[in-house]
């Protein structure tokens, strides 16, 4: 894995602040918005729709820098067991055939591809048929990765380092193939602080028993960690959308795998609305908002 993480050009930031610039705002907005979040290393979000029209021109512009992309794969069946991100494919073939293209897209390119959030805590809440499809797709997944692409690597879900115990994820991560993966993910779209999540990381290293697996976290909003229990309890369904005072985090960082802590990543795009929730009660998910992002760079 090497130090420098791709910057994508096409993120809704990006494009606003462009737009901004054009329009010859120079507001201190867009200063934020550019220079604290358009300008960090992020992760682009792929989902189940043809790969190369997603990915190639990233793959294209890293390779040309030598710098390393992001990719999250969001496109499982039932994804986000038909909750607020629902959606997916519609069949384990669908899904299987769609890894095999993204891993062979990729190549022997280096990448990084945090596979499919979410999928591994929600286990225990589906019946045995959706759990034998969802582990025949990343185990399908990850071994397409192994093959096609071996400079890739790939993340499995690891939970969000709080709510998810390490003793409830350690024996999914073993079915879904974490042995062939390089490690799992940790607080996706999250806030909890990164010590806690190095903490739940470790233990759950420990129970798997595999010293090579490695793990990643997501420090783009958890600079001033969770939301305090008294929001959480006041808001027990919907806490986690855009609570206020949350805070951007570390930017990305290579760490080298130093007791298997591979690297701190932006996974989540600051400013990206989680749906109409907290301080942004009239949005819809994923759509941008410029005062959310700048909210985040003040932690209000």
């Known amino acids: 894995m090497c130090d420098g993480f791709h910057v994508l050009t096409d993120t809704q930031a990006h494009r606003w602040c462009t737009t901004e610039f054009r329009a010859g705002r120079t507001t201190t907005e867009r200063w934020v918005v550019w220079d604290k979040v358009a300008a960090v290393p992020q992760a682009k979000w792929v989902g189940p729709a043809p790969i190369a029209p997603q990915i190639a021109g990233i793959l294209e512009a890293s390779g040309e820098i030598g710098a390393l992309p992001v990719f999250v794969a969001y496109a499982i069946p039932f994804r986000d067991a038909g909750g607020a991100s629902s959606g997916g494919f519609r069949s384990v073939k669908e899904y299987q055939a769609w890894a095999k293209s993204f891993a062979q897209l990729v190549g022997a390119a280096p990448a990084v591809v945090l596979l499919e959030p979410d999928t591994l805590i929600h286990m225990p809440g589906l019946t045995a048929e959706q759990r034998r499809n969802r582990l025949a797709c ?95 309890h006041a808001n027990p369904s919907t806490w986690w959308g855009n609570p206020p005072g949350r805070k951007l985090g570390d930017r990305p960082q290579y760490l080298g795998g130093v007791n298997g802590f591979d690297a701190k990543l932006w996974v989540k795009l600051p400013g990206e609305s989680d749906g109409p929730f907290g301080v942004a009660p009239h949005s819809s998910s994923s759509e941008f908002l410029p005062r959310v992002a700048q909210g985040l760079y003040y932690g209000r």
Do not use: H
Request: net charge negative.
């Open 138 to 232: 990343l185990t399908f997944a990850v071994q397409a990765f192994k093959q096609y692409a071996p400079n890739t690597y790939v993340y499995l879900d690891g939970g969000d380092g709080r709510y998810n115990s390490p003793e409830s994820l350690a024996p999914w991560l073993r079915q879904a193939g974490v042995a062939d993966a390089r490690g799992f993910a940790v607080n996706v779209s999250n806030y909890n602080t990164t010590e806690m999540c190095e903490s739940f990381a470790a233990e759950l290293r420990d129970l798997l028993g595999l010293p090579d697996v490695g793990f990643v976290i997501d420090t783009s909003r958890n600079g001033n960690g969770p939301p305090p229990d008294s929001y959480i």
